[in-house]
């Protein structure tokens, strides 16, 4: 059974702070991994993808990678209360071609 | 306008109805899936479609039927629907790209009484 795991939360932290999103994954044949963001009433948007071990920088978006310790995780930097939404991690093992399997996701807050 | 279409976006229904929901999508796009979202639960997998005439069972897929007779529909029919099946349903694509992304409806909420 793949499993992806992801504190619930909510992570609250105030405007203008770093919140940091963490994601395990039991599945070692996983390749590619996504961080999806969902706002309350719609549905996911893909804002972060990472192949490789290391970071991965967007704009205010880091994306980490550790494949040996099986841990993806999403840094906001400068959070802003729009930032304020459900981050769900998802993996899969060939990036386009397989299904993903997601995780609960995690609530972040950002209060002003 | 491009992208993918559910329909029906909010549906009641009574225990021991069959529902089908729709999905439409305009990109061509090979892949598609079929997830529903509960609290507590996440988004879970129930069929997903490589190519028409090509489905295959998710993580869930009890009650639940699909087909795939074009490349741009995937409907979704619970052929006697039951309270469990209250959910947000979600149906996506994906690009076959290198990057994988995941394209999703609007998705359907679906009540059963």
């Known amino acids: 059974q793949k499993e992806v795991e992801q504190n619930s939360g909510p992570l609250s932290v105030p405007e203008g702070a770093i919140a940091s999103l963490n994601c395990t994954y039991s599945d070692r044949g996983s390749q590619s991994f996504f961080w999806y963001r969902q706002y309350s009433g719609k549905s996911p948007e893909l804002i972060m993808f990472i192949y490789s071990n290391g970071d991965k920088e967007d704009g205010r978006f880091t994306a980490q990678l550790n494949k040996a310790s099986q841990y993806v995780s999403l840094l906001i930097r400068d959070s802003q209360p729009s930032d304020s939404a459900t981050y769900l991690c998802?993996?899969?093992?060939?990036?386009?071609?397989?299904?993903?399997?997601f995780g609960k996701g995690t609530m972040l807050l950002v209060s002003p | 306008d491009a992208g993918i279409t559910q329909s029906p976006r909010y549906k009641i229904t009574e225990t021991g109805r069959q529902v089908t929901l729709m999905c439409h999508q305009t990109w061509s796009h090979s892949y598609m899936f079929w997830y529903r979202q509960d609290l507590g639960h996440g988004l879970r997998l129930i069929y997903y479609s490589a190519a028409a005439d090509i489905t295959d069972k998710g993580e869930v897929p009890d009650g639940y039927v699909v087909s795939r007779s074009k490349t741009e529909n995937f409907p979704l029919t619970l052929e006697s629907a039951t309270r469990s099946q209250t959910s947000v349903y979600f149906c996506a694509s994906i690009t076959g790209t290198s990057t994988g992304e995941l394209f999703f409806g609007e998705g359907s909420r679906l009540t059963v009484l």
């Open positions: 998802a993996v899969t093992r060939i990036a386009g071609y397989s299904t993903l399997t």
